[in-house]
């Protein structure tokens, strides 16, 4: 009941109001490195981590690498919502905060689809095979995007016909809903559907003189709802954790939660230095800083809920090292941040 909750009620609302607030410009300028990060650098992410994560559990607790891979894919979509405003606040500097923010609004998708992939190997028991997780990971992720980039048209151009503010909110909660439940129901990723519905609304409102009334109109419903949702979702946390995590295995999750941020680490820096235009734009301390920014929040959260359904002995290990590490990150990155982010921009 909870993972259903969490899936078809809470992140639905999450991820289209931080969709259409994202504004179109700021997506535009930074599209490169946000689209990269957010797909090749998730796929990228996940298996170094995962071989990482392999290569060092056997003093603490005995994985194979398929799981290993999954617990990397739980911890590589990041939930920045905390972060963002204190980047802006303390460094002033609105493009990291826009690659933080937009990066994640992506990454969310690519990481469910990679999970449900991996995840779907893990609970048939079934060796990792790389060229159905490709041909899976393709479809269901392009497919998604095609489905909201489409409907979000369609519905931003039904909402120029109105100019009543309830039906404004009302057909976003139906474009919100209407394409997560019928992406999933034809097998494409909800998630991103969703997302590119958000952004296209966004970009659709940007091309006219009422964008900020419109915008105006819907964050008056959204941010409620928002604030609503992300209350009860850490009250769900709460219940849920407190079993999973009386376990004997934290130093390997902490050993974990260190590895996830020095991989990201050298996956933003390499990527910054592959293309000139970024290198230029994006130097070693804020890429330091975006490294730091991607926490943890509620997709993980999610995505370990869904591994409780598996009728496997691993599976609980795998929940409470992933839970642990989620924990830590929310706690030590979301702290962390204001001080790092003013001893870097100095």
Do not use: C
């Not at 689809?113 to 609970?123: E, P, Q, R, T, Y």
């Not at 997780?133 to 998604?144: D, R």
């Not at 990150?329 to 003013?342: H, N, R, T």
């Amino acid at each position: 009941v909870t993972t259903h909750m969490i899936y078809h009620v809470f992140l639905p609302a999450l991820l289209f109001t931080s969709a259409y607030q994202f504004p179109p410009e700021d997506f535009k300028k930074n599209f490169g490195i946000i689209s990269f990060l957010a797909t090749a650098g998730i796929m990228v992410t996940v298996g170094l981590l995962g071989a990482a994560i392999y290569a060092l559990s056997g003093p603490f607790v005995s994985l194979s690498l398929l799981s290993a891979l999954l617990i990397a894919s739980i911890l590589t979509p990041t939930d920045p919502v905390s972060v963002v405003s204190i980047i802006k606040k303390s460094t002033g500097n609105e493009k990291i905060a826009d690659v933080v923010e937009g990066e994640s609004l992506i990454n969310d998708g690519t990481s469910i689809v990679i999970f449900s992939a991996l995840f779907g190997m893990f609970a048939e028991n079934t060796g990792f095979n790389i060229g159905s997780f490709a041909g899976e990971f393709l479809l269901v992720s392009l497919g998604g995007a095609a489905l909201g980039v489409s409907i979000g048209w369609l519905v931003s151009k039904a909402i120029h016909f109105t100019h009543h503010n309830q039906y404004q909110v009302m057909l976003s909660i139906t474009l919100a809903y209407g394409v997560f439940n019928i992406a999933e129901g034809i097998g494409v990723s909800g998630v991103l559907a969703t997302v590119f519905a958000g952004i296209m609304l966004s970009f659709e409102y940007g091309k006219t003189g009422r964008a900020d009334h419109f915008k105006e109109t819907l964050d008056g419903f959204w941010e409620i709802a928002e604030l609503s949702v992300l209350s009860l979702l850490f009250l769900l946390i709460g219940i849920e954790t407190a079993e999973a995590l009386a376990f004997n295995a934290w130093v390997f999750a902490i050993i974990i939660f260190i590895l996830s941020l020095i991989i990201r680490y050298i996956i933003i820096t390499a990527t910054t230095q592959l293309f000139p235009k970024w290198r230029r734009e994006i130097s070693w301390k804020e890429a330091t800083l975006i490294s730091w920014s991607g926490l943890k929040g509620t997709m993980s959260i999610f995505l370990i809920l869904s591994l409780t359904s598996a009728n496997s002995g691993e599976a609980d290990i795998l929940v409470s090292l992933s839970f642990a590490a989620v924990l830590i990150s929310l706690v030590v990155q979301s702290l962390g941040v204001a001080p790092l982010a003013k001893k870097l921009t100095k």
